[in-house]
Nanobody
Framework: QVQLVESGGGLVQAGGSLRLSCAAS????????MGWFRQAPGKERGLVAA????????YYADSVKGRFTIAKDHAKNTVYLQMNSLKPEDTAVYYC????????????WGQGTQVTVSS
């Protein structure tokens, strides 16, 4: 099993920054990919960014390219999402998730953290 705990959400003005953290524990992560998803009220949950636990492969949704950065710290078993130049449309609950790199679906999820961007 994999346990994921997010932190770092909050209220920020448009143009501001936040850094989300996802602390992972449980099984080893040598073959995992980690992702950040978000879900706004009335909308489907969507992938924002992803990173392989080993290697340098990353993915960003078009809506966040150039503003968000996903990074990892092996020593702390933690994945970060640095969010800059935040916009009101970034307001959502952000979820950390993990999957085996060969899998299609993300199997493990955190509880979510609220990010609210005021205009």
């Amino acid at each position: 099993q994999v346990q994921l705990v997010e932190s770092g959400g909050g209220l920020v003005q448009a143009g501001g920054s936040l850094r989300l953290s996802c602390a992972a524990s449980g099984r080893t992560f040598s073959s995992y990919a980690m992702g950040w998803f978000r879900q706004a009220p009335g909308k489907e949950r969507g992938l924002v960014a992803a990173i392989t636990w080993y290697g340098d492969s990353t993915y960003y949704a078009d809506s966040v390219k150039g503003r968000f950065t996903i990074a990892k710290d092996h020593a702390k078993n933690t994945v970060y999402l640095q969010m800059n130049s935040l916009k009101p449309e970034d307001t959502a609950v952000y979820y950390c998730a993990a999957k085996d790199s060969a899998a299609i679906k993300y199997a493990y999820w955190g509880q979510g953290t609220q990010v609210t961007v005021s205009s």
